[in-house]
């Protein structure tokens, strides 16, 4: 059973994390913020990121990375053991901004309160309220300490009309371009299936799983195991290969790979030593798949050339006057802007703390 809110939407947390707030003078000028969020280090913004959770569940101290658990509905969230690492990654990139003497200076606060809070959101370091230290976080970055817009900031919700302060990850690049030998199709189905079975194994929700592989569901559970497997035959075609015989299945020149068998295959081993280094090789390429999300994000946010096609806007600004001149123009279809300017305009059109 998976607990969706272990820290429940209350503003009784509020005094806790306004102190916090006012603990740190410089958020209160933009030239003052800038300096002192391009000098944060790394330690320093893991223990900062620490204690808005701490604050939010109530806490005096900081609290600790807990979300080794946590499920995300519709993506699988990185193992547990990554997302420090990653968070440090994103924070030094996101500081880049700050020392952009070329940006305007709400700009470069803009660019990184947007860049970590969707790291954050994407790492989902905290058994729960990750939306809400995403959105503090960011909030103390962009617009420093307004302690009267502070509770619809926590509040903010994609479930109600409009919202006080949303963060929208945007991510530019499509599937990945395999250089060896790929199946047409990875079924997560036995090769004489009926049809029940197959409709089953479309099916996967990590927190009631429908069937395990071999590994106990390692792959089969996870929101994106046609890409482990991919990557399997991508990195280790020789392994892959040698799994084939039960479970590839050629049908007028139409490959499909039966991925229940194939597992089973790699690790129907006797041999102890190549066992331990095939489980070895999927879990460590299972890690590396997870993290697709964020690298594919942080990419996206530091890759300054034009969109080949610009993303669909969402709704109509909810207050026109509020989007920054320097990006106005996105409110017209515009190939030329980079996705970092997308991401910017969206959250100016769709934040209800603008109206």
């Known amino acids: 059973m998976i ?16 102190q916090l707030c006012a603990s740190i003078p410089e958020l209160v000028d933009t030239e003052t913020r800038r300096d002192y969020f391009a000098n944060l280090c790394e330690d320093d913004f893991i223990d900062l990121l620490q204690a808005v959770a701490a604050s939010l569940r109530g806490k005096d101290n900081i609290q600790y990375f807990d979300g080794a658990d946590v ?29 952009d003497t070329n940006l305007e200076t709400q700009r470069a606060l803009d660019y990184t309160g947007l860049t970590i809070g969707h790291a954050v959101a994407l790492a989902h370091p905290f058994k729960d309220a990750n939306g809400r230290t995403s ?16 509770a619809g900031v926590i509040e903010s919700s994609a479930s ?6 949303e963060i929208l990850p945007l991510l530019r690049g499509g599937g990945k371009v ?7 199709t990875v079924a997560w189905h036995a090769p004489n299936a009926d049809i029940d079975e197959i409709m089953g194994g479309l099916i996967r929700n990590a927190a ?5 592989d071999a590994l106990d569901g390692l792959v089969s559970n996870d929101f994106r195991r046609e890409e482990i497997i991919r990557e399997v035959i991508e990195w280790y075609p020789e392994l892959a290969n040698s799994a084939y015989d039960e479970s590839l299945v050629s049908n007028e020149g139409t490959a499909t790979l039966h991925a229940y068998e194939f597992i089973e295959s790699l690790t129907n081993n006797t041999d102890t ?40 806007l969402l709704v109509e600004p909810l207050n026109p006057d509020a989007i920054p001149e320097d990006i106005a123009h996105l409110a017209e279809p515009d190939a030329t802007a980079p996705l970092i300017d997308l991401i910017r305009y969206r959250h100016y059109q769709v934040s209800r703390y603008y109206s």
């Open 3 to 18: 607990v969706r809110e272990a820290v429940p939407h209350t503003a009784a947390i509020l005094p806790k994390l306004e």
């Open 71 to 99: 499920f995300l509905e519709g993506e699988q969230v990185m193992d547990h053991r990554d997302k420090e690492p990653w968070l440090r990654i994103a924070w030094g990139l996101a500081q880049s901004f700050l020392e």
């Open 135 to 150: 959105r503090v976080v960011s909030h103390m970055i962009m617009r420093g300490h307004e302690p009267d817009k502070l």
């Open 160 to 165: 109600t009309e409009g919202t006080t302060w």
């Open 178 to 184: 395999y250089e060896n030998w790929q199946p047409d």
């Open 208 to 212: 009631e799983p429908v069937k395990l």
């Open 273 to 312: 030593a190549n066992l331990i280094f095939t489980v070895r090789v999927i879990g460590q390429l299972r890690r590396f798949v997870q993290q697709r999300a964020m690298r594919m994000f942080l990419q996206s946010v530091f890759d300054r050339t034009p969109l080949a096609k610009t993303p669909s």
